[in-house]
């Protein structure tokens, strides 16, 4: 993973509340195993009408939306079943950063765990924001080590677990984690 310090990305709002997994990656699509490869997939029976085209009804479709790394969302967003491909779904698409009032427990690790930041704001401080990218463009500047989020007429802080912040600004994994300790594990194994 790469370390996550300071972010400066474009927005997508995504103005929805209670969106499930299913409808960050449609079960249909799960059947690799790799991490990659999963971004076209992403909100597909949003982002796509019957016939295969773009819906232009759909936020990530819109100008605005072009090149976003840093999603705005509603409440409880990635609730449903726990599967790993939604962050994984999210992160090949673009997203690096995820805003939200509110996550389901998994999602959250599962995005912290694949190297992305979910931010828990305000409903207030998210519903500005989604005022403010729904119809232009707009970026944000996301700063972990300071835990800030800043925009044009924004500025707001988020709590994180000092934990998942120090993975994240170090772009460990928990097996890079453990293998910091590679030297001590070869140790005791060559003493045993």
Same mark, same amino acid.
């Given at each position: ?7 400066t990305?474009?927005t997508a709002?995504l103005n929805?509340?209670n969106?499930?997994t ?8 799960l059947k690799?195993?790799?991490?990659t490869?999963?971004?076209?997939f992403l909100?597909f029976d949003w982002r796509?009408l019957?016939?295969g085209s ?6 990530l479709?819109k ?8 999603l705005i969302?509603?409440n409880n967003?990635?609730?449903?079943s ?7 779904a999210?992160?090949?698409y673009g997203f690096k ?14 995005c912290?765990?694949n190297?992305? /930041?979910? *931010?828990?704001l305000? !409903? $207030?401080? @998210?519903?500005d924001?989604?005022?403010? =990218? ?5 970026? /944000?500047? *996301?700063?972990?080590? !300071? $835990?800030? @989020? ?5 500025? =707001? ?5 000092p934990y ?5 600004l170090?772009?460990?994994?928990e097996?890079?984690?453990?293998l ?13």
């Amino acid at each position: 993973m790469e370390p996550l310090t300071i972010h400066t990305g474009q927005t997508a709002a995504l103005n929805r509340v209670n969106v499930d997994t299913d409808q960050i990656i449609p079960k249909q699509f799960l059947k690799r195993v790799e991490r990659t490869g999963f971004g076209q997939f992403l909100f597909f029976d949003w982002r796509f009408l019957s016939d295969g085209s773009d819906n232009p009804e759909f936020a990530l479709n819109k100008p605005e939306a072009a090149d976003a790394s840093v999603l705005i969302a509603g409440n409880n967003f990635g609730c449903g079943s726990s599967r790993e491909h939604a962050p994984w779904a999210l992160n090949d698409y673009g997203f690096k950063i995820i805003i939200a009032p509110s996550f389901a427990d998994i999602f959250y690790n599962n995005c912290v765990k694949n190297g992305m /930041l979910p *931010i828990r704001l305000t !409903e $207030q401080e @998210v519903n500005d924001l989604l005022t403010k =990218a729904e119809n232009d463009l707009y970026s /944000l500047t *996301i700063d972990l080590e !300071e $835990q800030t @989020v800043k925009g044009e007429g924004f500025e =707001a802080s988020f709590q994180i677990d000092p934990y998942w912040k120090k993975m994240l600004l170090n772009g460990w994994d928990e097996i890079g984690l453990t293998l910091l300790h590679e030297e001590k594990i070869k140790a005791f194994e060559e003493a045993r």
